[in-house]
């Protein structure tokens, strides 16, 4: 008998208990209202294409769609002055426009798609960031192996930059070209060690910004593994220097920072910049230039 008080007792306590939980219904939460999102970056060598699709709620589980309305138009303006309008073309699944863009002076578009609100978006295009000279050395850490003819281990590489046209916005990436016994290229991170500036290392890519303007670099990075032959050290790299608008460098910066840390549950969430006026997405300028260092 009390082993049956004892059970129908913890049966109350446990439905008494389930019955203070709050459930969530999916109707409880706001209503999510598709907005238009409009991607389009635009340098010197290169013509106005816009890709749009529509915003999708957090719980939606529709799959992506480009949207490709013949009836849609976007206008182009430069200075505040119409230029273009760009057209559907299904090669590209976006809408294209044979007008290219031209160093410092701004550019706007408004586009309205049947069934969304007008959007628009304004940027400009910014000048080349010019490398005026770049000189470094590289050393071997860690050697694996080192005889009379070759050294093995990694290597630590320093390089300092100067420019002579500076920007304020500035992304680099850096290959080896050509190399007189194999120094690799691969590094895990790549760092700019000029207090003046502030950077950022994302998937590959180095981002760098000074209000005053990036004057000067001073780059280090560490590669996994390389094999220099003796007597032979040459190598050349290809720095590519990116000169863009806050808009572009921020949107491009949080993407990489969302691809490095993707596959980090711990990693804080990195929200997505937005430039277009009644939507989301991007409309953004930047320009870039390559120079060769042999070190």
Not at 29 to 42: A, Q, T
Not at 65 to 85: C, G, M, R
Not at 139 to 151: G, K, M, R
Not at 242 to 267: G, H, I, M, V, W
Request: with cysteine; proline share 3%.
């Amino acid at each position: 008998m009390n082993c049956l008080l004892k059970s129908l007792t913890l049966v109350l306590i446990l439905t008494s208990l389930s019955a203070c939980e709050k459930t969530e219904k999916v109707d409880n939460y706001p209503k999510h209202v598709s907005k238009l999102v409009v991607n389009c970056f635009f340098y010197k060598q290169t013509f106005f294409e816009f890709h749009l699709s529509k915003s999708l709620s957090p719980i939606d589980n529709a799959k992506f769609k480009i949207l490709d309305n013949p009836n849609a138009y976007v206008k182009i303006f430069e200075n505040n002055q119409l230029i273009d309008s760009a057209i559907y073309v299904k090669q590209i699944s976006g809408y294209y426009s044979g007008k290219s863009p031209q160093i410092n002076k701004t550019y706007r578009f408004e586009c309205y798609y049947p069934g969304y609100a007008m959007v628009s978006g304004e940027d400009y295009l910014p000048d080349y960031a010019q490398i005026k000279d770049a000189s470094g050395y590289y050393s071997i850490l860690n050697s694996t192996l080192n005889n009379d003819s070759q050294t093995i281990g990694n290597s630590n590489t320093l390089m300092n930059i100067n420019y002579s046209k500076p920007c304020q916005y500035l992304m680099i990436s850096i290959k080896v070209s050509k190399s007189n016994g194999y120094i690799g290229d691969l590094y895990s991170i790549l760092t700019d060690n000029n207090s003046e500036n502030n950077s950022e290392f994302a998937n590959n890519t180095l981002f760098v910004n000074n209000e005053e303007g990036v004057k000067k670099l001073n780059l280090k990075w560490v590669t996994a593994f390389s094999r220099i032959n003796k007597n032979k050290t040459s190598a050349t790299y290809n720095i590519r220097s990116y000169s863009c608008t806050k808009n572009t460098f921020e949107y491009l910066k949080r993407q990489a920072l969302q691809k490095e840390n993707q596959d980090d549950p711990f990693s804080q969430p990195t929200p997505m910049s937005n430039n277009i006026i009644n939507g989301y997405g991007i409309f953004g300028g930047f320009n870039f230039t390559d120079f060769k260092v042999s070190i």
